[in-house]
């Protein structure tokens, strides 16, 4: 009889849950102030959706512009390229476009609105300080996070912050260079500055909850990777000697570097921060190293048991 | 629920299917007429070997078991870990039948302690007359299908032969659609 070895876990799975609806509710709430407040909001979504479009559309290429990463062929890197593959037939997903990042920082990542689409990048700072063993763990959690469909996820989920950033900007333009030229009485000038003011709070609050929603978020479904990427390979403290690996690579690297990396950080394997600037955890695209390493070890021990 | 699992960043590990492993034998009269490919009597069971003591009980019961197997049918056998971390159990023996049913000894132990989704896929070592030319045929265990592999030197395949092993067995074996997914296998111990 099939069975597996590995219980859902429905702890994360629920709270994942709880996050997506707070966001969503949200969503609804902040739609509704902005329709009963401002009359051509229709433009700001269109904007808003413009760039949402484009981010989901070429997600692959925008992240592999800013890293750099160069498409490599099988002949190129024909291990890496067989390590793919082989993960690829044992998960049943299509294989991603394979790129490598010709960076000294530790890291890889996984990008593409789904699996047709998906690119999986590393640097070769990775490649040359990972056994293959554990590279193949970071590949798996890369893969993990392809087949979750994290950048659609993502994308979506962060576009309320998106929308409510533009309201911010978009408010404030027209009450800085609009007000004066409309031509209205004083009383009604008035008014819509009360009104502008208000949606620049309001926008400004919304934006803040939604960044701590989609931070939240991004931990839980990085938890997730770690957790099917190390069922796929049957390994889970590959994957933890890995990310104990290069998160202690990642605190002794420059800083030039590690700004230059920073905006990417949600596609990441570990987040590139730089050393010594204490971070909330609320604020985190990453879980904190104990709590993976806690729940690879919890994966370690289901795996003990005996039949 | 595809949909579902995608909104919760979660993916069941995918079980194997085994149904169409036995169609091996039927192909490989078809490949003999057809195409000149005779079985080289070799096959192959490639697995990623768990950690842990569960995984380490299922490995002591199925080498048990195998040893049993090979006994009773005369065949050889032989372990080998490749430089990936894939485990391969190779059988040989000149009946395809016997091949076969070790095979499946392999995946069918391997499911019952819960480790089908380790399964890789099954080689069948396939060459002609002089031995020069060869053309596995690989078993993908999450698709349940088949692909021709046909290794030459310096790591480049003959896409011609398998093109044509495809075509010879379209109507015996359910054939990997999909050409992306014939991916190579190079330096196996076959």
């Not at chain 1, 024909?78 to 049943?92: G, K, S, V």
């Amino acid at each position: 009889m099939a069975r597996t070895r590995f219980p859902a876990d429905r702890g994360l799975s629920s709270r994942m849950l709880l996050t997506m609806f707070l966001l969503g509710l949200l969503y609804v709430v902040f739609v509704g102030v902005l329709i009963s407040l401002i009359g051509n909001w229709l433009i700001v979504v269109l904007i808003a959706g413009g760039f949402l479009f484009f981010q989901y559309f070429f997600s692959d290429r925008i992240a592999l512009y800013a890293m750099r990463g160069q498409e490599v062929s099988p002949q190129q890197a024909p291990e890496l390229h067989q390590l793919i593959d082989r993960l690829c037939a044992l998960a049943d997903m299509p294989k991603p476009r394979v790129a490598i990042s010709d960076s000294d920082l530790p890291n890889a990542f996984a990008t593409g609105r789904n699996q047709q689409h998906a690119v999986v990048c590393v640097t070769t700072g990775i490649m040359r300080r990972l056994s293959e063993p554990e590279l193949e763990a970071v590949l798996s959690h890369e893969l993990s996070h392809v087949a979750h469909r994290d950048v659609a996820v993502m994308t979506i989920a962060s576009f309320l912050g998106i929308l409510a950033g533009l309201v911010v900007r978009y408010s404030i333009y027209a009450g800085a260079f609009g007000g004066g030229g409309w031509g209205r009485s004083n009383d009604n000038r008035d008014n819509t500055g009360l009104v502008i003011l208000l949606v620049v709070l309001a926008s400004a609050i919304v934006y803040a909850l939604s960044f701590l929603l989609t931070r939240a978020l991004s931990r839980y479904r990085e938890l997730s990777a770690d957790r099917s990427g190390a069922i796929l390979i049957g390994r889970p403290s590959t994957l933890a000697s890995a990310l104990v690996k290069v998160s202690g690579e990642m605190a002794r690297i420059p800083t030039r570097d590690l700004r230059a990396a920073e905006p990417l950080n949600a596609f990441f394997f570990a987040p590139a921060l730089a050393p010594g600037f204490s971070f909330s955890s609320l604020f985190a695209t990453h879980p904190p190293l104990q709590r993976r390493l806690d729940q690879l070890a919890r994966l370690e021990a289901q795996l003990g048991r005996q039949a | 629920m595809k949909f579902l699992d995608a909104l919760l960043g979660r993916s069941k590990p995918k079980q194997p299917k085994l149904d169409a492993l036995f169609g091996v034998t039927a192909a490989a009269i078809t490949l003999e007429a057809s195409a000149g490919l005779r079985p080289t009597g070799q096959a192959a069971v490639c697995f990623k070997p768990a950690s842990g003591e569960g995984f380490a009980a299922a490995s002591e019961e199925l080498r048990g078991l195998l040893e049993l197997a090979v006994k009773e049918a005369g065949s050889t056998l032989r372990v080998e870990d490749d430089r990936y971390g894939y485990r391969w159990v190779v059988v040989g023996d000149p009946d395809p039948e016997d091949v076969v049913t070790a095979v499946h000894l392999v995946n069918s132990t391997l499911e019952q302690h819960g480790f089908g989704p380790q399964l890789l896929c099954s080689v069948f070592g396939f060459a002609d007359s002089s031995g020069q030319r060869r053309c596995h045929l690989v078993y993908l265990y999450k698709r349940g299908t088949f692909y021709p592999f046909a290794p030459r030197e310096g790591e480049r395949r003959d896409n011609e032969l398998e093109l044509q092993v495809r075509g010879t067995l379209g109507s015996d074996l359910p054939i990997e659609p999909e050409l992306a997914r014939w991916f190579a296998l190079w330096g196996i111990p076959l």
